[in-house]
Every structure is written in C-alpha cells, then in structure tokens.
C-alpha cells in the first residue's frame, strides 16, 4: 500500500511458506501476511489478523517474517495472532512482528498473541512477539497464548528504540513475572 488510507488484512487461511532456492534475489526474506506502507508521509493504519483456529507454516534459509507489519509513513500497526505459527528456519525467524521506520511518527504498535495463539520455531536469533517502534509512539506486547522457541540466543517478546514500552507477561516454557524485558526460557525440547 502506498499512501494515506488504512491497510486491513484478515485471514482464516491455513497458509503454508517453503523456500528452496536460497540464491533467489527475492528470497531474502519471507512472510505469510506482510502489510507494508511505503509513503514516508502516510498516516494509514495497518491492521493484521491471523484467525483462531488458522495455521502458518514457514521454513526456508534466511528470515522469516511471520505476521508483519512495515510502516515507513507516520501511522501505526496492530498485528494479532490467534492461530498457530510453526517455523524450522534456521535463523532469524519472528512470529509476530511491527515495525515503524520513521523517526518522525508518533504512530503506535500494538503487536498482540491471543490466549488461542501458538509459536513454536526451532530456530536462532528469532522472536515470539517482535515491536521496534523508531518513532514517538507508544509499542506495546501483549502475549497471552504459548510461544516455545528452541535454539540459541531468542527472545520471547523483544523491542526496541522505544520512547514507552509495556510488555504483558505470557507462557513460554515456563510463566514469566510482568517485565520491560524478557528472554526466552529454554528448557528441554518436548518429543515431537
């Protein structure tokens, strides 16, 4: 989408993602939904939603995206997840993800995982829930459903360059305490 008006995305689609060709130009980077404004001056909403009961399933060589949201202009970004969301990818795989890139927004994010939501990566380097917000708005988490990531160095809820943050606490391997910050706990991997 390019310019002022607002971008909804709804999808009860079960929506399976696999890249084999990792020396594709265009293969850097894939998403199941991605909503993306790209005027600097747009003040759209992007609002995005995985239904309950929906299942995303995303594997390939480089970042995945799951769920996102882009926003160079001046609005904001709401992205739910209420369904499941599995991914093997190696590295830097996000479950649920908004960005705004603009310093000059005052727009807000609001990434949210319903109670029904699941994430479960085998992955490194990757997120659960992921808000980075380079603007003044506010960027808020809320996780209630299960994220389980296995790998090293991954975060359960993770943003960043913010003015205000609030994370709402969510199971991961184990239940977290309300935090500004948290990391992934990691325990044994389940049998699958």
């Known amino acids: 989408m390019s310019g002022n008006g607002d971008a909804t995305i709804r999808s009860a689609a079960d929506i399976w ?78 479950g ?30 990757s997120a659960g829930a992921f808000a980075y917000n380079r603007g003044a708005g506010d960027t808020v988490i809320e996780a209630a459903g299960v994220s389980t990531l296995y790998g090293n160095e991954n975060d359960g809820l993770w943003r960043g360059q913010v003015t205000r943050a609030h994370l709402v606490p969510f199971l991961l391997a184990s239940w977290i305490p309300p935090t500004l910050s948290c990391k992934a706990i990691l325990t044994e991997a389940p049998a699958r």
């Open 17 to 94: 993602v696999n890249r084999v060709d990792p020396s594709s130009p265009w293969q850097e980077q894939t998403s199941a939904i991605f909503g993306f404004v790209s005027a600097a001056g747009g003040l759209g909403t992007i609002d995005i939603r995985q239904e309950q009961g929906s299942s995303f399933f995303l594997a390939g060589p480089l970042s995945i995206n799951c769920i996102y949201g882009l926003h160079y202009g001046l609005g904001g970004i709401r992205v739910s997840g209420a369904g499941s969301i599995y991914s093997n990818e190696p590295d830097l795989a996000y």
């Open 96 to 125: 649920l993800q908004g960005a705004i890139d603009s310093t000059l927004s005052s727009g807000n994010i609001l990434v949210r995982q319903e109670r029904s939501g699941l994430v479960d990566f085998i992955a490194n380097e």
